[in-house]
């Protein structure tokens, strides 16, 4: 339905102020990477904002603009970084540490990176248990540390003279946790803040402290944050945009575009085995139970979400999925990623896919990174709020509605993408049912 009559966006002028909790391998692939596009070091490849085009209209118009140049995005020159880690490094000496990036590279965008220095960061080791670091907030209730952090907010706020701001989350997996009676209401969550209730994690402070100060939320890992009815709540009563959550990067991703194609020409699957070997830091924090338990989950689900065993008995009812993820450090960021895929054909007669992914998960996520950053802002400044369905593109286990269940192939989530911007500035939405083209 075309929106010229009812969708506002409000223009993207001045500073817009990028906030990351995790200032690792991937905020600093990200932030090193922004400034090396920004002087011409390098290409935005993976960045659907800097490079895709969308189709408007029919095919025949030929009218196919970058997405950059058909809404109105923040750009590059327009960012500015900030974040907290338990780690005292500067964004130069971590991105010089975690060795995603040459340093030949990195030496040419030393000076913005080294400017930016870690705040503060609240840390439970509780929640994330095979590291530890000296840059934490230590005294005070939950409820205290979500004050300290809405100052920091504040402060940054100020001191770049942002006009806009939006958060990320870049830090490790936390231990695997349900919701439990804290997060039902927000009220009972801010009562559980000041009473420190172990079952409010670090993430779930840095969004409930982001969307007080008005500040959008992107989840990229696999924890139990937004997805709770409390900052549900929170994020509509502010009129703010989150999502999430755990980026899809590299198995996943494979999966979300496989999977897809397999149930597209009613192929069978008897069995789905992931395994992975991973030498950067998320790698050590995987290596806890609690953490991979949590991973583990977003990996799981995505095969029953596409392949609809209940619709399709015969074909996916009982195939076999697991997945490992094991600590391997001489890998570092390059990590590799094998599947062997059982499926079967006409007459049930059995074939095999195998995969062999060797990836780098950094560079694969920085990108989705600043176009997360970006269409949060975009959908600020639309008023649009609450989960953001459209950007599941991003994502390993995509926040919806309590009452559906996710989309995760990513031919669909792509679409659902597109159609949003094309909703968002009054075109038609594109069904490719292409009839007209016949009559």
């Known amino acids: 339905m075309p929106a010229k009559d009812n969708v506002q966006i409000a223009p993207a002028d001045g500073t817009l102020g990028v906030l990351i909790p995790g200032i690792g391998a991937v905020s600093t692939t990200f932030m090193a990477g922004v400034e090396a596009v920004k002087r011409g070091l390098g290409a935005p490849v993976g960045s659907l904002t800097q490079l895709a085009t969308i189709r408007l209209g029919k095919r025949t118009e030929g009218r196919s603009p970058l997405i950059k140049d058909f809404v109105p995005l923040a750009g590059l020159n327009d960012l500015v970084f900030g974040g907290w880690d338990i780690y005292e490094d500067t964004a130069y000496e971590a991105a010089t540490n975690a060795k995603v990036l040459d340093t030949s590279l990195l030496d040419q965008v030393k000076q913005p990176l080294s400017a930016i220095r870690p705040m503060k960061a609240v840390f439970d080791p509780e929640y994330i248990r095979r590291i530890n670091g000296p840059n934490v907030k230590d005294k005070g209730t939950k409820m205290d540390k979500a004050e300290m952090l809405m100052e920091d907010i504040q402060q940054f706020r100020k001191q770049h003279n942002c006009s806009r701001l939006v958060m990320i989350w870049c830090a490790s997996t936390e231990v695997y946790h349900r919701p439990a009676p804290v997060h039902q209401t927000l009220k009972d969550f801010e009562c559980g803040l000041m009473k420190n209730d172990p079952e409010i994690a670090p993430s779930q402070i840095y969004a409930y402290a982001a969307l007080k100060s008005g500040v959008p939320f ?66 050590e924090v995987l290596e806890d ?149 016949y009559d």
């Open 289 to 437: 139970p609690g953490s991979f338990k949590t991973k583990e989950e977003t990996k799981l689900s995505v095969l029953d979400q596409i392949l609809q065993p209940k619709l399709y008995p015969e074909l996916y009812k009982n195939f076999y999925h697991a997945v490992r993820i094991n600590y391997y450090p001489p890998r570092g960021d390059a990590k590799e990623g094998w599947d062997n895929i059982d499926i079967f054909g006409w007459l049930g007669y059995p074939m095999q896919i195998k995969i062999n992914f060797l990836c780098r998960d950094s560079i694969l996520a920085a990108p989705l990174v600043l176009d997360l950053v970006l269409f949060m802002d975009l959908a600020q400044r639309t008023g649009m709020r609450g989960i953001q369905e459209w950007l599941s593109f991003y994502f390993k286990a995509p926040m919806h509605a309590p009452e559906l269940y996710p989309e995760h192939d990513i031919f669909i989530q792509l679409m659902k993408l597109k159609n949003t911007l094309r909703w968002m500035r009054g075109e038609d939405l594109i069904t490719h049912l292409g009839l007209e083209y």
């Open 218 to 283: 992107a989840n990229g890992a696999p924890n139990l944050t937004t997805d709770t009815p409390a900052l549900l709540d929170l994020a509509k009563e502010r009129n703010l945009p989150i999502c999430g959550k755990d980026f899809k990067t590299g198995q996943t991703f494979m999966k979300t575009l496989i999977a897809p194609g397999l149930k597209a020409r009613m192929l069978g699957l008897n069995g789905w085995f992931s395994t992975n070997i991973l030498g950067n830091r998320d790698g």
